[in-house]
């Protein structure tokens, strides 16, 4: 069953089930970092990148592959992605089940 798309506006701290939405990347935030994981032994690249859809902006955790389509100007469309609270702002991340995917209007 296809997610519904929200739009940014709409993304609430207190939404607790998955978030689809097509979004424009405005910017990525500092530089991609690269963290090594314990528990997965190996080294994963990461990057908060700023979404926006007209109705306003959210951050996004991209990771490793994801990381590559997140250049200014590129068109996504997240699919399934959890919304948390992280240092007072509202960002999305994609889970085990969540998805990045360019958009093809």
Known sequence: M????????DILPSITTAVSLRGEVLSVVGA?????????????RVAVVTLGDGTGTVQFAA??????????????RLTNCRVVLRLGRVTLETGLWGSVAEHVP
């Open 2 to 9: 296809e997610t519904a798309l929200l739009s940014i506006a």
């Open 32 to 44: 991609v970092a690269e963290a090594h994981s314990e528990a997965a032994g190996a080294t994963r």
């Open 63 to 76: 990771r490793d592959s994801q990381v590559e389509l997140c250049a200014a100007g590129a068109k996504l």
